[in-house]
């Protein structure tokens, strides 16, 4: 067996076996930072016989189809890896280097075989919050390692929200030097009662070198990154900063606690300008095609009390609180599209009408999927990120024996049954679903060893239900292709959750 996940579309086996050995690897210039990174793998990959010598080439080659799809061939002394681009390239080698180490870890020489893959989704993402636990660009950049050797391309960077914002804005240094702190954290469950904290200021942000750092990281491993400035609501850190944004007068300030904040941005012209400011400085960090604004869980209340905010909606010609969030969204889309981005948010910016969404806006279908089968019939696409399915912050096991966890239950066999594709979705609309996520919410995620825990194994069928052929999808098949990972994973000093027994 071929112990690669996810699982490669189509694997010929052949004949023979390739003894690797100190392998010499040849590859254009353009094919530099991946040959680097192919020859830096292999040298941790474990034992190798040095008596023979087997030659590894890289070649960009128009032949191949997909744009991130390879070809890996495995003779007894050449292996090559052909793809149309660098990512392709770089797949293919991710794909050889578990080979390689999973051949090491078993003491087996390479099978021969011809390799033909491609993804099934664009979008294979995770998501990490780093607001309600700061996780530093060290972490972020061993993320984006162990994200590519599962071949997901999308980071979903959570930089704001109620507990800490983390991204350093220029104009408006305050977001960070109070909205970056908190002044305790809670202790145990939000639901417990009385609530009790550790009273212990907690903190921190980046700095614009960390950014420019983790996007280049990210950029060298093929990885895009959405950045999130979570809008209008979980504002409470920035309006603690900037009083001026929110509706009332009472002072507040970052959360310590989890759950809703009432906190939502008023909805006056300089508030809109003021985020304006902020996400310009977002395009300038981030080159990528889509900017997060969340939208997500943004109680109306306050709206609904202040007379000025009550005033603006009639101003506007608004009907109700909902269309006066859909109204903010539009204008924030408005304006990333004058800097040639696209608006991606949680599927509350459907709530004020479907037919208030920016045309190119997308949407991140999480309660469910209804949100997202409702925004792809109305051509927009769709990311996939159900509760059900993709909350890496759930229980994946337990919860006896497990560490204190949001709630929920989400296993690794219910992550590996996941399907972006709901089956209520017509045909026509298929194509509007560009794929889906894990999500990190931080919460209860307070260390990077226990964010890694959270996350392992369950990426690897997560990345396997984004990849391969949905007919290729075999609970059995992937334990038992399980079965080195947790060593390989162990090997490169992640403490995964439970593994799969073996079938
Ligand atoms: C809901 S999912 C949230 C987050 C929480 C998460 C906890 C979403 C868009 N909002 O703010 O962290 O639940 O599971």
């Known amino acids: 067996m071929i112990p690669v996940i996810p699982r490669p579309l189509d694997i010929e086996l052949q004949a023979g076996h390739c003894r690797l050995g100190r392998p010499r ?21 474990g034992d190798v016989d040095t008596n023979c010598s087997t030659t590894i080439r890289l070649a960009l080659d128009p032949s191949v189809q997909h744009r991130e799809g390879y070809r890996l061939s495995i003779q007894p002394a050449e292996i090559a890896i052909a793809a149309l681009t660098q990512a392709g390239i770089a797949h293919g080698i991710q794909s050889l280097l578990q080979m390689v180490r999973g051949a090491a870890i078993e003491n087996q020489p390479l099978p021969c075989c011809i390799i033909a893959d491609q993804p099934r989704f664009p979008w294979r993402g995770l998501m990490m919050d780093v607001s309600r636990h700061f996780f530093d660009a060290d972490q972020v950049c061993r993320m984006l390692d162990l994200m590519a050797m599962y071949k997901l391309n999308r980071f979903h960077w959570h930089l704001t929200d109620d507990q800490g914002w983390r991204l350093p804005v220029a104009k408006y240094p305050r977001l960070t030097e109070i909205g970056g702190f908190r002044e305790g954290t809670l202790v145990g469950h939000d639901k417990d009662r009385p609530r009790r904290y550790d009273d212990r200021r907690y903190g921190g942000f980046y700095t614009v070198e960390d950014i420019r750092r983790v996007v280049a990281h990210a950029a060298s491993l093929h990885i895009t990154i959405v950045p999130e400035i979570d809008m209008p609501g979980h504002m409470q850190a920035a309006i603690a900063a900037y009083p001026h944004l929110g509706n009332t007068t009472a002072p507040i300030s970052p959360r310590c606690h989890w759950g809703i904040s009432q906190n939502i941005l008023n909805p006056q012209e300089s508030t809109v300008q003021f985020m304006e400011d902020v996400l310009a400085e977002v395009c300038d960090l981030f080159p990528g095609e889509f900017v997060h604004i969340g939208g997500d869980e943004a109680l109306k209340h306050e709206w609904a009390e202040s007379r000025s905010a009550q005033d603006r909606m009639l101003e506007l010609g608004l009907k109700s609180e ?6 903010f969204i539009a204008r924030m889309g408005a304006f990333l599209a004058t800097r040639g981005r696209r608006l991606i948010g949680w599927d509350e910016i459907l709530e004020g009408g479907v037919e208030r969404l920016p045309q190119n806006a997308a949407v991140m279908s999480w309660r469910g999927m209804a949100g997202g089968i409702k925004a792809a019939a109305a051509k927009h696409d769709v990311v996939m990120t159900p509760t059900s399915h993709t909350y890496f912050d759930f229980y994946q096991a337990g919860p006896q024996g497990e560490p204190l966890a949001i709630g929920g239950m989400t296993t690794l066999e219910k992550v590996y049954g996941f399907d972006p594709i709901p089956p209520e979705l017509e045909t026509a609309h298929h194509g509007r679903i560009l794929g889906g996520q894990g999500q990190l919410w931080a919460e209860y995620i307070p260390t990077p060893e226990h964010q890694l825990y959270m996350s392992f194994p369950r990426a690897c069928a997560l990345a396997e239900v984004l990849w391969s052929p949905k007919d290729a999808r075999d609970w059995n098949h992937f334990v038992s292709r399980m079965r ?3 060593e390989l994973l162990g090997r490169l000093g992640v403490k995964t959750g439970p593994m799969p027994a073996d079938a």
């Open 25 to 45: 690897i040849e590859a254009a210039a353009e094919l530099e930072i991946e040959s680097r990174r192919l020859s830096a793998g292999l040298s941790d990959g």
């Open 484 to 486: 080195n990972h947790g």
């Open 322 to 327: 909902h269309e006066m969030q859909s109204w």
